[in-house]
């Protein structure tokens, strides 16, 4: 038992800031951020809620598979900007598209949650046979998290959603999965403050030595060891997935890698000697919108008509965890 995609969809908000624009709010150019990550501009939501946004996404992407949302069995949401500590994103939008066949699950897998996601649906759809019809939506308001006064972040992300929908079909895909929690310390953003009002003097300090708070609410991200990660993750895992797919990465139709920098996309493909052409690259658009840019990128791969039935497209993702997976899947 497999799954193929029967439609995508996709929501980016209407404002774009470019590199220019970031220019006149801290010390940094055009030039360093082309140069050093491949971006050029971002769109930006001026205060939508996330699932508004994975919203807009799933009705894209159920218009685009022809169906209706009672058709809709699981939905499974992605996110590491949740709006709420509860409900759930999914079950906001089970309520919000009157999809009331389905259940719903969240999951945070930063950066890699859309390749854990289909790996989820997949998963579900062979193992319980009321289970056919799955969407999966991630999105993601990045320029929640990040502090406008830090160069070191603030350009590097934006704001979207992703979605797709999944139906069961006897092509499987093949997933690779992997984490390395010792990391973890790398890039990370507190949900609450650490303490209470009954927080002892030692618990502060002992909370301090560990995922330290100086960022408040904001995003701690050091960048270089990351970058050293996933310029080693993103071939690991997608080598890892073809090889249960019997296939090599060389012989993908489409690459769609997680959109951080373009040095790292770049430098990943040439270590699995894949051509540049069949690497989807929206970066310069975008930027870093966490788990719905390779969403994005299949929603423009659809929209485009660039994918024909029996391609091979494998996604691969990597971040905060520090988390990796890929994805092989025949559309
Ligand atoms: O989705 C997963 C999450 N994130 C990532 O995958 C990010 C992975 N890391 C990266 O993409 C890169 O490490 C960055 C883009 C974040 C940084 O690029 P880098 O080539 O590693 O630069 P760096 O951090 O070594 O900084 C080089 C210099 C520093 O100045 P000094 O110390 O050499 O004087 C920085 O202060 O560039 C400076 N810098 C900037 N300059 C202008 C850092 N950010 C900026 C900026 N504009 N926006």
Redesign the pocket.
């Known amino acids: 038992m497999g799954i193929r995609l029967i439609g995508a969809g996709m929501y980016l908000p209407e404002l774009v800031v470019d590199n220019e624009d970031?220019a006149k709010i801290?010390?940094?150019?055009d030039e360093?951020?082309t140069k050093?990550?491949g971006i050029k501009r971002r769109h930006i939501s001026q205060g939508e809620y996330t699932w508004a946004m994975g919203l807009k996404a799933a009705k894209d992407a159920i218009k685009s598979a022809k169906i209706t949302p009672l058709d809709l069995d699981m939905i499974i949401f992605t996110t590491v900007n949740a709006d709420f500590a509860y409900p759930s994103m999914s079950n906001v939008i089970q309520g919000k598209l009157g999809a009331s066949n389905a259940f719903g699950i969240d999951i945070c897998c930063?950066?890699a949650g859309f390749v854990y996601g289909l790996d989820m649906a997949q998963r579900y759809i062979d193992t319980d046979e009321n289970i056919k019809t799955v969407l999966i939506v991630s999105s993601e308001n990045m320029t929640k998290s990040v502090d406008y006064s830090n160069?070191?972040?603030?350009?590097?992300f934006g704001d979207g959603a992703g979605a797709v929908v999944a139906q069961r079909s006897n092509q499987k895909a093949y997933s690779y999965l992997g984490a390395d929690g010792t990391r973890a310390e790398l890039?990370y953003a507190h949900l609450y403050p650490s303490g209470n009002a009954f927080t002892t003097k030692e618990q502060a300090q002992e909370n301090s030595k560990i995922f330290p708070n100086e960022t408040g609410r904001y995003m701690y991200?050091n960048?270089?060891e990351?970058?050293k990660f996933?310029v080693n993750a993103m071939p690991l895992a997608l080598e890892k997935a073809c090889q249960k797919a019997g296939i090599s990465p060389k012989d993908l139709d489409y690459i769609i890698p997680?959109q951080?920098?373009i040095?790292?996309i770049e430098t990943a493909m040439k270590k699995m000697g894949v051509d540049k052409s069949k690497v989807y690259v929206n970066i310069q658009e975008t930027g870093?919108i966490?788990s719905a840019c390779i969403p994005v990128g299949l929603a423009q791969l659809f929209e485009q008509k660039k994918l024909s039935p029996g391609n091979r497209v494998g996604m691969v993702g990597?971040?905060?965890g520090l988390i990796y997976g890929a994805i092989v899947i025949t559309v």
């Open positions: 970031f801290v010390e940094t150019s360093w951020i050093r990550t930063a950066c160069r070191s972040t603030c350009v590097l890039l991200m960048g270089k990351v970058y996933a997680h951080a920098n040095r790292i870093n966490s990597f971040g905060a």
